[in-house]
């Protein structure tokens, strides 16, 4: 019997290095797709916390009592998945001002995710079914699973792909940007092949091209760099998210983009990403 789809759309959001619009990229998207009424968990997956930065969580290792993914990973007695998981807010969770938002959870990172790759390369068994097994028992809960990863390729972004239906690689325009693409295929096609059968194997499905220069012909957007990744890549190249100072901004104010200014054209660039991954509007 052909393995059944998992009903939870699970994209990893990827690229060996930093600065390629990951984290910006999942925030944004995980914040459409709440406005959209979808039901959404963004996992933050990274020891530098930008995406729980974005959702309103600046230091969640200084919260009093409250688990992170940390927590889970070594362990901790009692401790649940459940535990780690926070409402998303629209601004610093510090500020009273702050609302949550309808719809978007976040699973807490840690500073300390940083010794996650000595700590899961111990393991002698299971070290890539880690983040599987341990978001097991919330997957049915959401809709959507978005998970943030670090700028490599190591353990942490494998368990990754081993949970993903998609995986979105992230990269700004240019050629060299292009040219990582390669190892991402092949990344996943490994993961295929390991651990394909067993579950859903993770697709190469899209490819995210954020903070493209952009020139206006007679009222249009065109962006360069997309028309080129489109002769290599063709369809899954997502339309281009454009270069704003709304996007830094934003992530000083601790808000996703659709929250923070809503009407912004940058904003609307994720709109039609998250149109073209096929997601409708909710009733
Ligand atoms: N469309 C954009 N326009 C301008 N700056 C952007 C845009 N997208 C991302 N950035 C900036 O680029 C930097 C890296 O983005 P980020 O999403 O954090 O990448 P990653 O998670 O891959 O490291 C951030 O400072 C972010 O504000
Ligand atoms: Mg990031």
Redesign the pocket.
């Known amino acids: 019997m052909p393995p059944t789809l998992p009903s939870t759309r699970v994209l990893a959001f990827t690229?060996q290095s930093?600065?390629?619009?990951?984290?910006?990229?999942a925030v944004t998207v995980g914040a459409w797709l709440a406005k959209y009424k979808l039901k959404v968990l963004v996992v933050d997956l990274?020891a530098q916390c930008?995406a729980a930065a974005a959702l309103g969580y600046d230091q969640p290792d200084l919260l009093d009592n409250q688990p992170t993914l940390y927590d889970l990973l070594i362990g901790v007695k009692g401790v649940t998945v459940q535990d780690a998981i926070v409402p998303a807010m629209a601004g610093p969770v510090e500020d009273p001002a702050s609302k949550t938002i309808d719809g978007l959870d976040l699973l807490l990172p840690s500073v300390e995710l940083e010794s996650v790759e000595q700590l899961l390369t111990g393991r002698l068994i299971g070290r890539e079914m880690w983040l599987r097994e341990t978001l097991a028992p919330v997957l049915d809960d959401y809709d959507v699973v978005l998970l943030?990863c670090p700028?490599n390729l190591g353990l942490v972004v494998v368990n990754a792909l081993v949970l993903a239906t998609e995986v979105v690689a992230?990269v700004k325009p240019g050629w060299k940007e292009l040219r990582a693409l390669t190892r991402i295929e092949q990344t996943i096609d490994r993961v295929n092949e390991s651990f394909g059968p067993n579950g859903a194997a993770p697709q190469f499905a899209w490819i995210l091209m954020?903070?493209a220069p952009t020139k206006r012909t007679a009222g249009v957007v065109y962006a360069e760099a997309q028309e080129q990744a489109r002769k290599a890549y063709g369809d899954i190249v997502l339309p281009a998210?454009?270069?704003?100072?709304r996007?830094?901004e934003s992530?000083a104010a601790q808000q996703a983009l659709p929250f923070f200014d809503l009407t912004a054209e940058?904003t609307a660039d994720y709109a039609a990403v998250v149109k073209a991954m096929g997601f409708r509007r909710q009733k």
Do not use: F, L, Q
């Open positions: 690229n930093g600065g390629a619009g990951k984290s910006t990229g990274d930008d943030d700028g992230c954020s903070d998210v454009r270069r704003s100072t996007v830094p992530y940058v």
